[in-house]
């Protein structure tokens, strides 16, 4: 009888337009510090060098290497003048080419200067190490051929002013000159094997994959020549000069030009396959590539990520200059640097930012990564290294919450756990979720670095007795934490009573009627919903949330 007096009570006041204040519940939140998880050391990953400009012959643009996760530098060498080449990295040694006219080839691990060979002009080109030779080209019109281990002269070989870098595949040297001409010569004695014309001088550099030769021209084309022979196989024309350098993977050749665009095209066929269009030319900035993503610079300050198969924007990420130099991508991060002055390290998947470093010039040098190091040219004359300090892994709860402050007992209350990686290793994480330390729920993922990620759980109250439970979160990490006092977070509180008791005052009666009455019909995610009275937890607040509160109607404990 009591029941249905409330219910006609009920309905009355939503009638009448009865309306109340809904309650408000304060919280605390502190941080707890106990109990320890067992850990395993993570895999050392093998050296890979860098020995050419973009890393390979397919310009990939990626190491395996381990790599820097702080702007920390290891050194820096001071060249005469400014440094535009892009740095190679081979059995532990750098080698450079500066404005000051000079090769130099630095220790990897101190910056010393191993040895420096003088040309007669600036070198722009990036040095290519095959063989213990190193192979570069100067804007004293020559291609040179040094011993790698004592800086010795080989050979030199006359073409015209040189900002391509060479390419160096059996037995042959690929690379391109301001006399419009792309050269192929004898790798062991500079001899010229043959030369292709363009209509406009080469700055590109080629890439060289199954026999083929790709490169871009001033004159807005793309070429594709057979790798023995230089007869043109295919060229696809763009609207504007192509400096990038092309990129080979999987069948399909990428490269950028001043006409803004990044364009796909089949490697076999020369067809255009996609375009992207960014906000400003592309100019000497060459693709990267990982995972199906392309990452290329930009003249209009960004940096982006697209899908390599449809060109669709993933994401972009804005730095506060033009961007020349091409990135590099290594242990889910990409380095790139721009005129602003800085080198950058994002997140490759989210494009997120770890950490910048501001040199003392223009950066239009492409970052190097091998051996736990990245190596940068600037216009202030240095080569800078970066060194990855040792490992740090440390990932944390930083806030949980739950769905309602009062719940029914054998209702559901949603539990939103947010947990940060504060490090740049993909880390693989167990999240455990506890209700008065009894267990409510686990979860195993995975957490990207330097990312912040909000999991939600479901906690079923049908199990536990009537009254307040503090909510406890915990990772458990798969390597050694540098800092386990934030792996557990506590919120407190949440209350379980009769299901009606949206009041929370452990009966059911006319004042719990009148709060639900209150914010009848309202649903998420309106400000004036109150979760409390949502007693089904389905969202809104209806008819059902009515009937469960009158079926308990004068009940109390």
């Given at each position: 009888?009591?029941?249905?007096?409330?219910?006609?009570?009920?309905?009355?006041?939503?009638?009448?337009?009865?309306?109340?204040?809904?309650?408000?519940?304060?919280?605390?939140?502190?941080?707890?510090?106990?109990?320890?998880?067992?850990?395993?050391?993570?895999?050392?990953?093998?050296?890979?060098?860098?020995?050419?400009?973009?890393?390979?012959?397919?310009?990939?643009?990626?190491?395996?290497?381990?790599?820097?996760?702080?702007?920390?530098?290891?050194?820096?060498?001071?060249?005469?003048?400014?440094?535009?080449?892009?740095?190679?990295?081979?059995?532990?040694?750098?080698?450079?080419?500066?404005?000051?006219?000079?090769?130099?080839?630095?220790?990897?691990?101190?910056?010393?200067?191993?040895?420096?060979?003088?040309?007669?002009?600036?070198?722009?080109?990036?040095?290519?190490?095959?063989?213990?030779?190193?192979?570069?080209?100067?804007?004293?019109?020559?291609?040179?051929?040094?011993?790698?281990?004592?800086?010795?002269?080989?050979?030199?070989?006359?073409?015209?002013?040189?900002?391509?870098?060479?390419?160096?595949?059996?037995?042959?040297?690929?690379?391109?000159?301001?006399?419009?001409?792309?050269?192929?010569?004898?790798?062991?004695?500079?001899?010229?094997?043959?030369?292709?014309?363009?209509?406009?001088?080469?700055?590109?550099?080629?890439?060289?994959?199954?026999?083929?030769v790709y490169f871009g021209s001033d004159d807005s084309q793309i070429y594709c020549l057979n790798g023995t022979t230089g007869l043109k196989i295919?060229?696809?024309?763009?609207?504007?000069?192509?400096?990038?350098?092309?990129?080979?993977?999987?069948?399909?050749?990428?490269?950028?030009?001043?006409?803004?665009?990044?364009?796909?095209?089949?490697?076999?066929?020369?067809?255009?396959?996609?375009?992207?269009?960014?906000?400003?030319?592309?100019?000497?900035?060459?693709?990267?590539?990982?995972?199906?993503?392309?990452?290329?610079?930009?003249?209009?300050?960004?940096?982006?990520?697209?899908?390599?198969?449809?060109?669709?924007?993933?994401?972009?990420?804005?730095?506060?200059?033009?961007?020349?130099?091409?990135?590099?991508?290594?242990?889910?991060?990409?380095?790139?640097?721009?005129?602003?002055?800085?080198?950058?390290?994002?997140?490759?998947?989210?494009?997120?930012?770890?950490?910048?470093?501001?040199?003392?010039?223009?950066?239009?040098?492409?970052?190097?990564?091998?051996?736990?190091?990245?190596?940068?040219?600037?216009?202030?004359?240095?080569?800078?290294?970066?060194?990855?300090?040792?490992?740090?892994?440390?990932?944390?709860?930083?806030?949980?919450?739950?769905?309602?402050?009062?719940?029914?007992?054998?209702?559901?209350?949603?539990?939103?756990?947010?947990?940060?990686?504060?490090?740049?290793?993909?880390?693989?994480?167990?999240?455990?979720?506890?209700?008065?330390?009894?267990?409510?729920?686990?979860?195993?993922?995975?957490?990207?670095?330097?990312?912040?990620?909000?999991?939600?759980?479901?906690?079923?109250?049908?199990?536990?007795?009537?009254?307040?439970?503090?909510?406890?979160?915990?990772?458990?990490?798969?390597?050694?934490?540098?800092?386990?006092?934030?792996?557990?977070?506590?919120?407190?509180?949440?209350?379980?009573?009769?299901?009606?008791?949206?009041?929370?005052?452990?009966?059911?009666?006319?004042?719990?009627?009148?709060?639900?009455?209150?914010?009848?019909?309202?649903?998420?995610?309106?400000?004036?919903?109150?979760?409390?009275?949502?007693?089904?937890?389905?969202?809104?607040?209806?008819?059902?949330?009515?009937?469960?509160?009158?079926?308990?109607?004068?009940?109390?404990?």
């Open positions: 009888m009591n029941n249905l007096k409330a219910f006609f009570t009920l309905l009355l006041l939503i009638t009448l337009g009865v309306s109340c204040n809904s309650l408000i519940y304060g919280h605390d939140t502190r941080v707890i510090t106990h109990g320890t998880a067992e850990q395993a050391d993570l895999p050392t990953q093998a050296i890979d060098w860098w020995p050419m400009f973009r890393h390979d012959n397919t310009h990939s643009g990626f190491s395996t290497s381990t790599a820097p996760y702080t702007n920390s530098t290891e050194w820096n060498y001071t060249t005469l003048d400014d440094v535009f080449s892009s740095p190679a990295i081979v059995d532990s040694k750098v080698y450079v080419g500066s404005h000051d006219a000079n090769v130099y080839c630095l220790n990897l691990s101190t910056g010393e200067k191993l040895w420096n060979y003088t040309t007669g002009d600036k070198i722009f080109s990036s040095p290519t190490i095959v063989d213990d030779r190193v192979y570069v080209g100067s804007y004293d019109t020559k291609v040179y051929c040094l011993n790698a281990s004592t800086g010795e002269f080989i050979w030199s070989q006359i073409t015209f002013w040189i900002y391509s870098s060479p390419t160096v595949a059996e037995g042959r040297v690929y690379v391109g000159s301001g006399n419009q001409q792309l050269y192929c010569l004898n790798a062991t004695s500079g001899a010229t094997i043959w030369t292709y014309p363009t209509g406009s001088p080469v700055y590109s550099s080629p890439a060289v994959a199954d026999g083929r295919w060229n696809y024309t763009t609207d504007g000069a192509v400096r990038s350098s092309p990129l080979i993977a999987d069948g399909r050749i990428y490269a950028g030009s001043t006409d803004r665009n990044v364009y796909c095209i089949n490697a076999t066929t020369g067809a255009k396959l996609w375009n992207y269009t960014t906000g400003n030319r592309i100019l000497y900035s060459s693709p990267a590539i990982l995972e199906g993503k392309i990452y290329v610079g930009s003249e209009d300050q960004r940096i982006y990520c697209l899908d390599a198969l449809t060109g669709t924007h993933i994401w972009n990420y804005t730095t506060g200059d033009t961007i020349w130099p091409s990135p590099a991508i290594a242990e889910g991060k990409v380095y790139i640097a721009s005129h602003d002055r800085k080198v950058y390290c994002l997140n490759a998947s989210t494009g997120s930012f770890i950490w910048n470093y501001r040199t003392g010039g223009y950066v239009i040098s492409s970052p190097a990564v091998a051996q736990n190091r990245v190596v940068i040219g600037s216009y202030d004359n240095k080569v800078y290294a970066f060194k990855t300090t040792p490992a740090i892994h440390d990932v944390a709860i930083t806030n949980v919450t739950t769905d309602k402050l009062v719940c029914g007992q054998g209702y559901r209350v949603g539990v939103n756990v947010t947990c940060i990686n504060y490090h740049a290793f993909n880390e693989s994480v167990i999240l455990d979720v506890y209700a008065e330390y009894m267990p409510i729920a686990e979860l195993q993922t995975f957490l990207l670095p330097g990312s912040e990620q909000t999991f939600t759980f479901t906690w079923n109250t049908s199990e536990f007795a009537m009254g307040f439970y503090s909510i406890q979160a915990r990772v458990w990490l798969d390597a050694d934490d540098a800092n386990s006092t934030n792996d557990i977070f506590e919120f407190s509180a949440v209350f379980v009573t009769i299901p009606g008791d949206v009041d929370g005052d452990r009966d059911v009666d006319i004042f719990d009627i009148v709060l639900i009455a209150g914010v009848y019909g309202i649903s998420k995610p309106d400000p004036d919903y109150n979760p409390n009275c949502d007693i089904d937890g389905d969202g809104d607040i209806d008819i059902f949330d009515i009937v469960i509160a009158a079926g308990h109607y004068g009940e109390s404990w």
